[in-house]
């Protein structure tokens, strides 16, 4: 059964500072996902990552993939209070597209 | 493309009484998943549809069942409602075939019971 665990769960940071969050996945994954979500509203999709060294970035956000070491990882860089959001990692079966996500990280940034 | 659309947006319901929940998928997509998410957690799969069958199943009891129609839409169907199905459902859909493709998520259905 795949398994997803993010770190840290909880992430208070100032402004203009960088930060990781982390995401393991158990078993072999065929994609993994980023999300941020706000509030009371859906999922917005961030990132799709398929291959092993993938690296995309948008903006002040940086996520990649290593799955040998089944491990992604979103980068934020020089956070602004906009970010603040919780952001999920979900990793994608190789067996259907059912997708298992992470606890989450509740990010938030202060001025 | 209008994406993924769910209905309604909100609905409230009392504890013991039964609630549809519906989901269109995006133009193209085959396949559509449920998701549950309590609040302050991850989503958590309900189950996914495809073919009009039941095609995986996660761990929620027998209250919770599914329905896919010949245009590919779905409806989540819950009997017997409890306090702890309050939560926001989610609908994602995807298409099925030699290779999985992305999933793109609905803005989901908050239901409340009380």
């Known amino acids: 059964e795949l398994k997803v665990e993010q770190n840290p769960l909880f992430l208070s940071m100032q402004e203009g500072k960088n930060y990781t969050i982390y995401c393991n996945y158990s078993t072999t994954s065929d994609r993994l996902y980023w999300y941020r979500q706000d509030p009371g509203k859906s999922l917005e999709s961030l990132f799709v990552?398929?291959?092993?060294?993938a690296v995309k970035q948008e903006g002040r956000l940086m996520a990649s993939l290593d799955t040998k070491a089944r491990l992604s990882t979103l980068h934020i860089t020089a956070a602004v209070h906009d970010l603040s959001a919780t952001y999920f990692c979900a990793a994608q079966s190789t067996s259907g597209s059912r997708l298992t996500f992470g606890e989450g990280t509740q990010l938030t940034v202060n001025p | 493309d209008a994406g993924v659309t769910q209905s309604p947006t909100h609905l409230i319901k009392t504890r013991g009484q039964q609630v549809t929940l519906r989901c269109s998928p995006k133009s193209g997509h085959d396949t559509v998943s449920w998701y549950q998410q309590a609040l302050g957690q991850g989503p958590q799969f309900i189950f996914q549809y495809y073919e009009e069958e039941e095609r995986q199943r996660g761990n929620f009891p027998d209250r919770f069942s599914g329905h896919q129609f010949p245009n590919y839409s779905s409806e989540l169907n819950v009997n017997a409602l409890l306090l702890g199905d309050s939560a926001l459902y989610l609908c994602?859909?995807?298409?099925?075939?030699?290779?999985?493709?992305?999933?793109?998520f609905g803005q989901g259905t908050r239901l409340t019971v009380v």
């Open positions: 994602a859909s995807s298409l099925v075939g030699h290779v999985n493709t992305e999933a793109f």
């Open positions: 990552l398929l291959s092993n060294g």
